[in-house]
């Protein structure tokens, strides 16, 4: 693992993420970054799609692009969940050309709990906020 990191994941472009010169797209970086932040959430149990009627929503995400991608490569994405407030949260995303310590892309994605039944924000349920923290604070890195 990456130091700071404990989540990470393995990324194989698929066909459809590449241009014609066999690069991938820099939208595709975004979808990258949401399989990372499912993934996390779904080894962590915290605000999964369609386990409760509470989750999140995504208010902004950026990217900032280092390096293309091509279709040969590989790459490992790193994840986490660096900073909270009472509603809000913010994944944190690095992403390396797999085996290496070559930046490809970073980014940042806000997200805030939301209650689907209800149709708005809602504080971070106890629950998942005290497993995210102790994972977040170093215990147990994972790959997704």
């Known amino acids: 693992m990456v130091e700071g990191f404990n989540f990470s994941i393995h ?5 459809g993420d ?3 010169l066999g690069h991938v797209n820099n939208v ?12 996390y959430c779904k080894a962590l149990n915290f605000l999964t ?8 929503i995504i ?12 279709f040969h490569d590989r790459v490992d994405l790193y994840v986490r969940i660096a900073k ?14 797999a085996g290496t ?14 209650d689907y039944e209800k149709k708005r924000s809602v504080p971070i349920p106890e629950d998942a906020k005290q497993r995210m923290l102790e994972f977040e604070s170093g215990g147990n890195p994972r790959k997704g």
């Open 101 to 114: 310590d070559k930046v490809v892309a970073t980014g940042y994605s806000t997200a805030v709990a939301y």
């Open 11 to 15: 990324i194989k472009p698929r066909y």
């Open 59 to 70: 208010l902004d995400n950026y990217c900032k692009y280092e390096k293309a991608i091509t």
């Open 28 to 39: 595709i970086y975004l979808r990258y970054f949401e399989e990372g932040r499912f993934e």
């Open 49 to 56: 799609p369609g386990d409760s009627p509470v989750s999140f």
């Open 84 to 97: 909270h407030g009472n509603k809000s949260f913010r994944f944190e995303y690095l992403m390396l050309l």
């Open 18 to 20: 590449v241009d014609y």
